[in-house]
Each structure stands twice: as structure tokens, then as C-alpha cells.
Nanobody
Framework: QVQLVESGGGLVQAGGSLRLSCAASGGTFSTYVTGWFRQAPGKEREFVATIRWSGGNANYADSMSGRFIISRDNAKNTVYLQMNSLKPEDTAVYYC???????????????????WGQGTQVTVSS
């Protein structure tokens, strides 16, 4: 059973930065496609970024491209989300997710992932 645990959330002022981490256990992390999603109050969960098992093919939602950077360290079984130039509208609970083999091929959608973390709150003040 794969477990994902996010950390690094918190309160930050607009324009600031945060780095989220997601530690995986219980499986072979180096074979996963991993992604970040977020859910703001009263809104549906939305795609943020995804990265393949090799660390390549990073893909972002348009509104995050250029501000957020997804990366992973397979030796540490951890995926990261560096968030820069944060805006109040980035306030949300951020979730990491893993798509294990056989991969869904649908890495920009919730339905493409098999396992989810519990989420970490990010609050950006204006």
C-alpha cells in the first residue's frame, strides 16, 4: 500500500515562496508518475503539476506555469513543489498524488491517480 505525506504548507504573504514536499512509502517510488493538485474553499480540486518517474516531462497548469516548479528525488522517495510569486488566489489545500504502473496516461486529471496524500494547507495573505 502506497502512502503519501505532504508537508511544507503554511501562511505566506503575497509575492512570497513556499516549497511543498511529499514523501512516499510502501512502494517503488521510482516507477510512479506523481502530481500535485489543489482545492480552494468552495471549488473543485484542480490540477497543478505533474512529473514522470524519471524526473522529466514536467507539465503545469497554465496559471502556475512559470511560477511553480515540480521536481522529484527518487533517492529520497520525495516529490517537491516550489511555489514562487504566490498570490492570494493560490490559497488552497495542496495534495500530492501517485499514478502507479500500469500508468493511466491521464496525468492532468484526478482520475489518473491511484493514491493521494492527506493534503497541506497553503494560505497566501494579501
Amino acid at each position: 500500500q502506497v502512502q503519501l505525506v505532504e508537508s511544507g504548507g503554511g501562511l505566506v504573504q503575497a509575492g512570497g515562496s513556499l516549497r511543498l514536499s511529499c514523501a512516499a512509502s510502501g512502494g517503488t517510488f521510482s516507477t510512479y508518475v506523481t502530481g500535485w493538485f489543489r482545492q480552494a474553499p468552495g471549488k473543485e480540486r484542480e490540477f497543478v503539476a505533474t512529473i514522470r518517474w524519471s524526473g522529466g516531462n514536467a507539465n503545469y497548469a497554465d496559471s502556475m506555469s512559470g511560477r511553480f516548479i515540480i521536481s522529484r528525488d527518487n533517492a529520497k522517495n520525495t516529490v517537491y513543489l516550489q511555489m514562487n510569486s504566490l498570490k492570494p488566489e493560490d490559497t488552497a489545500v495542496y495534495y500530492c498524488a501517485a499514478d502507479v504502473p500500469p500508468w493511466s496516461g491521464n496525468s492532468r486529471s484526478e482520475i489518473g491517480y491511484d493514491y493521494w496524500g492527506q493534503g497541506t494547507q497553503v494560505t497566501v495573505s494579501s
